[in-house]
């Protein structure tokens, strides 16, 4: 019998005890960016996330229409928008850390409509983005990043 790597085996083991707890699983796609299926419409999703990144401090820089854009130029696409939103007293010491980490903030949170009909938030964790860009010596500030994330991120799919 041939085996799955054991990382692939605790990742499948993972996915399947969130599913039996009711729980969203998010899942890791190409890249390291970070995808969130919601229990809510596309609409809602996106203003759930809006409401959250306000109420976690951050400011909301660009809401960009994906899908508007797609129309104006007569090509299909299901709801798809950015928001763009960040916090400079979280942003900035990742930016003194080292400039390049600048190309990736604010932050980026991508609201989509899948071919099944149902929402999704994707984001690339900032973590990810850090060690991209050899950030250190700033674990307790991206620990509490993340957990603003994630939170803002659990809100906007519940």
Do not use: C
Not at 36 to 56: G, H, I, Y
Not at 77 to 90: D, E, H, K, Q, Y
């Amino acid at each position: 019998m041939i085996r799955p790597p054991r990382t692939l085996r605790t990742s499948v083991t993972v996915v399947v005890l969130l599913a039996l707890a009711g729980l969203p699983a998010a899942a890791q796609g190409s890249g390291g960016v970070t995808t969130v299926v919601s229990a809510s419409t596309f609409d809602s999703t996106l203003a759930r996330l809006e409401r959250a990144a306000v109420a976690k401090g951050l400011t909301i820089a660009l809401k960009l229409d994906h899908a508007a854009a797609a129309k104006r130029a007569n090509l299909p696409l299901r709801p798809t928008t950015l928001v763009i939103a960040g916090n400079p007293a979280a942003g900035t010491p990742l930016m003194q850390a080292d400039r390049s980490i600048g190309v990736e903030l604010p932050l980026r949170f991508l609201v989509w409509e899948g071919d099944d009909g149902k929402a999704r938030v994707s984001y690339d964790p900032i973590k990810s983005i850090a060690a991209r860009h050899s950030v250190t010596g700033k674990d307790e500030l991206l620990a509490r990043m993340t957990t603003a994330i994630e939170g803002i991120v659990a809100e906007a799919t519940r």
